[in-house]
């Protein structure tokens, strides 16, 4: 059993949709309880302290304890082409991203890039990832083993497309569903792994392998299911030429069975009415991108608006056409999105939605993504005055959210104190 010390934020309900006071406790001098890989108790240091005398203790002095961060929507096999400069979705697929999956067939590359991955997601204080691999079941294999090794909850799945790709990255309906079986019969509900179908999008599949892999859903209805849609403007077009009987992009994945709860749908920068009410008609969760977003220069999320509707959203890097593997930059991206859109949002709302609310996206909140005694301790311990510079700001802080501000705004790696997975000490 461990107690561990410090500071704790823990939300009782949205902060979108409720009034700080009503939502969140800080403790200042408070603490939790880690037993059998799950958080057992929460509360003020001294009262764990009393009730738990028997507890190995680790103090954190001033640090936060937090949920570990949950990032929603990523690529790891493109993690060494992260921050490649000049191209738009488009040309960035065919220039950077399929040249760098197609090596992925080799197994010890995908391992090599799995495991420095993971070194890099977790010394961010990311505890979940949900990742499209590749065509090759290689990627997969790689991805859930480096995440295994250290006791990670992640999800992801192999990416399929039989058109518009190189032809060494290109499978077929029937090897797209085939693979796709035997990897979630391998892994899904194996550790803290969990499979998720993923046509990487509707461009890149012909009906028929949609059609297959909407049929895999129906029969496997506790999955999750991953796509992109509406990121940029010439993919819209581009997908209302491939398939012109389509009402909308939404249409197209709706028609073969791949719209409804746990679809995960990245990026949905420039849906329309119709798909936006229909998003939310079926509960699908959009996944917000913004320094993909940015960086490949597709337009601004419409947080306040889509929230305002009742959407469920997750947070997510994009690794690596996002152009950082942090969850605080990323929450940083989030931020500046909406100063941009004329909605700032409150550091509250960001850091909920880098832990609960993307927990909540990918339908995984009653296991992680908060502090709620009989959740799995996963979490992510911040020294809020990791540099001169943060240090120099947070001294002047009034409250919890204005000390945890600049860490959001200027904090890295050099912020993450430790990171506990599956209640064992990872990185300290």
């Given amino acids: 059993m461990d107690l561990l010390l410090g500071q704790t934020i823990s939300f009782s309900a949205d902060p979108f949709k409720r009034p700080l006071a009503d939502c969140v406790k800080h403790e200042r001098c408070g603490g939790l309880v880690i037993e059998n890989g799950k958080i057992a108790d929460i509360g003020t240091a ?4 009393a009730k738990y005398p028997q507890a190995r203790i680790t103090n954190y002095g001033d640090a936060l304890i937090s949920p570990g961060f949950v990032d929603a929507h990523v690529h790891y096999p493109q993690t060494a082409i992260i921050a490649s400069w000049g191209k738009r979705l488009i040309d960035w697929l065919n220039s950077y991203t399929f040249p760098e999956e197609s090596r992925f067939g080799d197994a010890n590359h995908a391992t090599e890039i799995a495991e420095t991955y993971f070194d890099l997601v977790t010394a961010s204080g990311t505890t979940t990832t949900v990742s499209y691999c590749t065509i090759h079941p290689e990627s997969v294999e790689a991805y859930f083993t480096a995440a295994s090794k250290r006791g990670l909850r992640v999800l992801g799945g192999k990416t399929c497309m039989d058109r518009n790709a190189p032809d060494n990255l290109q499978d077929t309906a029937q090897s797209a569903y085939d693979d796709s079986k035997a990897l979630l019969e391998r892994w899904h509900g194996q550790d803290r792994l969990s499979y998720v179908i993923t046509p990487r999008f509707a461009p890149t599949s012909t009906p028929e392998q949609l059609e297959a892999l909407g049929a ?3 029969e496997n209805p506790d999955l999750l299911m991953q796509t992109h849609i509406s990121e940029q403007h010439e993919e819209i077009a581009w997908v209302a030429d491939l398939f012109p009987d389509a009402k909308d992009y939404l249409d197209v994945y709706e028609r073969f069975g791949l719209l409804g709860p746990g679809a995960l749908l990245g990026h949905a920068i420039h849906l329309t009415d119709r798909e936006r009410d229909r998003i939310r008609e079926v ?3 959009l996944i917000h991108c913004p320094t993909s977003n940015m960086f490949i220069g597709s337009g601004l999320f419409d947080m306040d608006g ?17 152009s950082s593997f942090s969850m605080l930059r ?4 989030a931020y500046e999105v909406g100063q941009l859109s004329g909605h700032p949002l409150h550091p509250a709302q960001l850091w909920w939605l880098a832990t609960e609310g993307s927990a909540r ?7 992680i993504g908060t502090l709620a005694p009989g959740t799995e301790a996963d979490l992510a311990v911040i020294d809020l005055a990791s540099t001169p510079a943060i240090a120099q700001r947070t001294a002047r802080a009034g409250d919890i959210w204005q000390a945890i501000f600049p860490t959001i705004m200027m904090g890295d790696d050099r912020a993450i104190k430790a990171v506990w997975t599956n209640g064992k000490c990872l990185k300290s």
């Fill in 216 to 218: 895999l859903w129906a």
């Fill in 330 to 333: 990323t929450m940083a991206a």
């Fill in 46 to 49: 001294d009262n764990l302290r």
């Fill in 306 to 322: 889509l929230m305002e509707q009742g959407h469920r959203i997750g947070l997510a890097t994009d690794t690596g056409g996002g």
């Fill in 361 to 367: 996206a990918i339908r995984m909140h009653d296991k």
């Fill in 283 to 285: 509960d699908a969760s």
